[in-house]
């Protein structure tokens, strides 16, 4: 990413219903699911250390990369 490329979010609703079928549906442990929801919702790229959460996000076409 380039310098200005990040965003901060500073509160969102999220809907619990919506993110546990995400959990369940990825498989992922709850921070992670809230980093791919708030990604979806926001339409964010996601740069995480952990393979699965690169996974469930570039599946979604969110992945900015790996660190």
């Known amino acids: 990413l380039e310098d200005g490329q990040f965003r901060q ?20 442990k709850m921070p992670d699911t809230l980093v791919l929801a708030t990604a979806i919702w ?15 996000a570039a599946s979604r076409g969110l992945l900015a990369g790996s660190i």
């Open 42 to 56: 926001h339409d964010a790229a996601v740069l995480a250390f952990d393979a699965r959460l690169r996974a469930a």
């Open 9 to 28: 979010i500073v509160s969102m609703t999220i809907d619990p219903v919506s993110l546990a079928r995400l959990r369940v549906e990825t498989g992922l």
